[in-house]
């Protein structure tokens, strides 16, 4: 009985991890962070999505793309985005499913009592 029950929460996980991976936003171009900044400069940005290290920017045009910030901190970025009328959103950064959280605190309980 204990054997199923270990079986079953272990083929939950499997496909928990499976669905998580597959919903994630669709995938946008990358570009590097000084095209970015130059294309801010030049009034071809109208919105931005800061995302921890991920910028995600969304052009006068409406192409979205994503750069990557570097690990050197760019303090005039921000006063650069709101100079040029650019829409700044932020997000919080992901969490783990409360289920994905009790199913790994509980894995290891699990496996003891199988």
């Known amino acids: 009985m204990a054997r199923n029950l270990v079986l079953w929460l272990v083929i939950a996980a499997v496909l928990l991890t499976v ?17 970015f900044v130059e294309e801010v400069n ?11 290290q991920s ?18 901190q760019d303090p005039k970025l921000m006063d650069d985005l709101l ?3 650019v829409v ?17 605190a509980a894995f290891p309980v699990l496996i003891i009592l199988a």
Do not use: C
């Open 55 to 72: 910028i995600i920017a969304t052009r006068a045009n409406g192409d979205i793309y994503e750069t990557v910030r570097p690990a050197i």
């Open 88 to 104: 700044v959103e932020g997000r919080k950064p992901e969490q783990q499913s409360v289920w994905m959280q009790l199913l790994v």
């Open 19 to 35: 669905f998580n991976n597959f919903s994630v936003e669709t995938q946008s171009q990358q570009i590097n962070y000084s095209q």
């Open 42 to 52: 030049r009034d071809q940005i109208r919105r931005v999505i800061i995302d921890g």
């Open 83 to 85: 100079q040029h009328n």
